[in-house]
Nanobody, 119 residues
Framework: VQVVESGGGLVQPGGSLRLSCVAS????????MNWYRQAPGKERELVARISSGGGSTNYADSVKGRFTISRDNDKNTVFLQMNSLKPDDTAVYYC?????????????WGQGTQVTVSS
């Protein structure tokens, strides 16, 4: 199983970035996909989630209206489009795949990609 994020970098406040997460080794279309982030000294937080089929999305209040999560099940890829970036968005961004069958949860994490918002 592999979950690999890319697209992070340094961007000025007000700028945009698009993160990608490519998965392999499991049936991608069966899994909900999530983006988390963790800033220095803070707990990891859920930023956005998309259902397995892509028809349902949820966002943290802090990113609503600025971030958009989407997925391409043919390419085993999930995206996070981030607009109007703020310094508070600086963090390591992680991709997570999850699925629950009965009482058993299956999840896979990527290694993260750094996003730095600074002038």
């Amino acid at each position: 199983v592999q979950v690999v994020e890319s697209g992070g970098g340094l961007v000025q406040p007000g700028g945009s970035l698009r993160l990608s997460c490519v998965a392999s080794g499991f049936t991608f279309r069966w899994y909900a996909m999530n983006w988390y982030r963790q800033a220095p000294g803070k707990e990891r937080e859920l930023v956005a989630r998309i259902s397995s089929g892509g028809g349902s999305t949820n966002y943290a209040d802090s990113v609503k209206g600025r971030f958009t999560i989407s997925r391409d099940n043919d390419k085993n890829t999930v995206f996070l489009q981030m607009n109007s970036l703020k310094p508070d968005d600086t963090a390591v961004y992680y991709c997570r795949a999850d699925r629950q069958i009965g009482g058993v949860r299956y999840d896979y994490w990527g290694q993260g990609t750094q996003v730095t918002v600074s002038s």
